[in-house]
């Protein structure tokens, strides 16, 4: 077990079976999913099998399994974001990055997810790349945006 996953452990009090959702929550925060590594040292703490613990994280779509690529795309399908192109906007991401939501590239460069709302409702359609809005999004606006990625880890 690492040092960084060992101090998130000993955040909480051992074999604590409440503290499974915020410890796994942490762990993903720090990695960016869940390792089966992890989820096999979770359950040495806890004393929990490890299929409990991909039973309970698979209910909720909140835990990944998978890295995210280094830009994590989320696009807004939200209602206010469908009313206002959001749709072809989309089908021009998918197209561009020959993706489909839930999806990383083979370079590992980039992941798209749709989220229901991002509570921008008044600066539809919206995307979030790594935590940075873009916002009105026309169709062709898109392989801009993505280039702009791309030449930004060039630099």
């Known amino acids: 077990m690492d040092e960084k996953n060992n101090e998130i452990l000993e955040k909480y009090p051992k074999g604590s079976r409440e503290s499974l959702i915020p410890m796994l929550q942490d762990i993903q925060e720090a990695y960016g999913y869940l390792s089966e590594q992890a989820v096999v040292e979770v359950g040495r703490y806890l ?45 021009k991401l998918e197209k561009k990055l020959r993706i489909s939501p839930g999806e990383t590239t083979r370079d590992g460069k980039f992941s798209l997810e749709l989220t229901a709302c991002m509570g921008a409702c008044h600066l539809s359609p919206v995307i979030r790349i790594n935590g940075n809005y873009h916002t009105r999004v026309k169709p062709d606006e898109v392989g801009d945006i993505i280039d702009s990625c791309i030449e930004e880890r060039e630099d």
């Open 47 to 91: 004393d929990l099998p490890s299929g409990k613990i991909y039973g309970l994280a698979t209910f909720y779509n909140q835990f990944r399994f998978k890295p995210l690529g280094q830009y994590h795309i989320c696009f807004c399908h939200g209602t206010s974001c469908h009313v206002t192109g959001a749709e072809e906007v989309r089908k």
